[in-house]
């Protein structure tokens, strides 16, 4: 599985961005896909999670923010973010887990950088 993510920049605080992930490859396999970040100095979070079904799992310091989702269609994920703060400033990277023969592995895009100014 490889993934394309996209739609990183800079904002000013109380604006929005949406990343887009394309994922290619065995993507029949992916039952998960997620957002990660990581900002200077931290370790990598999770930020959200969508499973095949829909289902939805969001950090805490990001619900009622940003929003995940997902076109099967397109194998693509996408993370609306809304009011965005500068604590959110991080390089956002995309996750999709895969479970073939019951084995779980998982796979990890370039990151995209989302720098948010106060």
């Known amino acids: 599985v490889q993934l394309q993510a996209s739609g990183g920049g800079l904002v000013q605080a109380g604006g929005s961005l949406r990343l887009s992930c394309a994922a290619s490859g065995s993507t029949r396999n992916i039952n998960v896909m997620a957002w990660y970040r990581q900002a200077p100095g931290k370790q990598r979070e999770l930020v959200a999670a969508?499973?095949?079904?829909?289902?939805?799992n969001y950090a805490d310091s990001v619900k009622g923010r940003f929003t995940i989702s997902r076109d099967n269609g397109k194998n693509t994920v996408y993370l609306q973010m809304n009011s965005l703060k500068p604590e959110d400033t991080a390089v956002y990277y995309c996750?999709?887990?895969?479970?073939?023969?019951?084995?779980?592995?998982?796979?990890w895009g370039q990151g995209t950088q989302v720098t948010v100014s106060s």
């Open positions: 969508i499973t095949n079904s829909g289902n939805t």
């Open positions: 996750n999709a887990l895969t479970t073939l023969w019951g084995r779980t592995s998982d796979y």
